[in-house]
């Protein structure tokens, strides 16, 4: 298969019930593949050593730290990251990671790049990071389209950091301008990076889609003269409003430390912050989510249509929360990822 393309596939299939069942096969064999690679370690340095010697690739797995130094404001000096296994499955790892006081990112290089290059990042509620399912299993997959991934270990506010609701943000934004600082040696187009992330990683990445200008932190060096704003985004299921009508229920206690105030909820609610420079935008939620209210992602959707921000929105009818691309029985996970080939294609991610 030619890099950017799943033959199978095309934009008018979108509204063709039928397509259903062979859209949910190819990223189970996706999924087959990429499963098989990413069971086993537990210790934070072996993660970053099992990411670089994944098969699959002819390419090695770089590590690259976000920051020339250590960010500054973690209250517990001491932090050290903790990897554990979350899931009670063996046949299946989702292993999730916190205390990250180094913000860095795995890089996934295309086998077959074509140039274009998605910034994925991982879920957890602002306590954890779950790399593995919503990272290294979304990377794999995305990489067989040509797409080069870089996976985000970001602060999390729950760690303990002096401004909590800024260090992902801060994070994320930092991020995008790296990626652009190392696009000649990867192979890739600087204009032609996305983003993606899950839960509360969809909160930082509504956050790029709105506010990718907001001064998040201070200029470290010259890689912040480069832009943050993503050619598109794609918060799955995201922690999108703080307001507590439809928040998440940690996400004001894990940014503000309370209940917010109407200044915090006006300021750190993507839906209330779309600009005409928003970035186009993909959406999915499961209906019968009870972790973060569907709500989040319709709210979104409606700023963005009325702002005439490209938006496409899928809704599913079950999936609950966290379905990632697990394949779990009733699941939506076979279907929203070619969809979103679909749109990043038609948004000129890549060919």
């Known amino acids: 298969m030619a890099p950017g393309r799943l033959d199978s596939i095309g934009p008018q299939q979108r509204e063709d019930v039928s397509m259903s069942l062979s859209r949910r096969n190819f990223v189970k ?13 537990g210790a934070a340095a072996e993660v970053q050593a099992q990411a670089q010697a994944q098969p699959g690739s002819a390419n090695t797995r770089e590590v690259i730290e976000l920051w020339p130094h250590p960010p500054a404001g973690a209250l517990h000096p001491d932090m050290a990251e903790l990897v554990e296994q979350s899931s009670s499955n063996p046949a299946y790892s989702s292993r999730r990671m916190k205390g990250i006081s180094k913000p860095h990112m795995i890089v996934f290089p295309a086998a077959q790049p074509n140039g274009s290059s998605m910034l994925v990042i991982p879920g957890g509620g602002f306590a954890w990071n779950y790399f593995e399912h919503e990272g290294y299993y979304i990377a794999d ?15 999390l506010a729950q760690d303990g950091w002096s401004d909590p609701a800024s260090v992902g943000p801060a994070d994320a934004q930092r991020a995008m301008r790296v990626i652009r600082a190392n696009a000649a040696r990867f192979r890739l187009d600087a204009a032609r990076v996305g983003v993606m992330g899950f839960s509360a990683g969809g909160f930082l990445t509504a956050s790029l889609a709105t506010r990718h200008s907001a001064p998040f932190y201070a200029p470290v060096d010259a890689t912040d003269r480069l832009s943050a704003r993503p050619l598109l985004t794609a918060p799955i299921y995201p922690v999108q409003s703080v307001d507590p009508a439809y928040a998440y229920g940690g996400a004001a206690p894990s940014l503000f430390g309370g209940p917010p105030t109407a200044a915090q909820i006006r300021k750190w609610s993507p839906d209330l912050n779309v600009a005409p420079t928003a970035a186009p935008t993909f959406l999915v939620h499961a209906e019968d989510d009870d972790t973060v209210p569907v709500a989040n992602t319709v709210r979104l959707r409606d700023a963005m249509v009325a702002a005439k921000i490209t938006v496409e929105t899928h809704l599913f009818a079950h999936g609950g929360h966290g379905f990632g691309v697990r394949s779990r029985p009733g699941s939506p996970d076979g279907l929203w990822l070619p969809l979103f080939l679909d749109f990043a294609r038609e948004q000129k991610l890549f060919d």
């Open 141 to 155: 997959i995305l990489n067989r389209a040509g797409i080069t991934c870089f996976v985000l270990f970001y602060r």
């Open 29 to 41: 064999s996706q999924l087959a593949l990429a499963g098989a690679s990413v069971i086993g370690l």
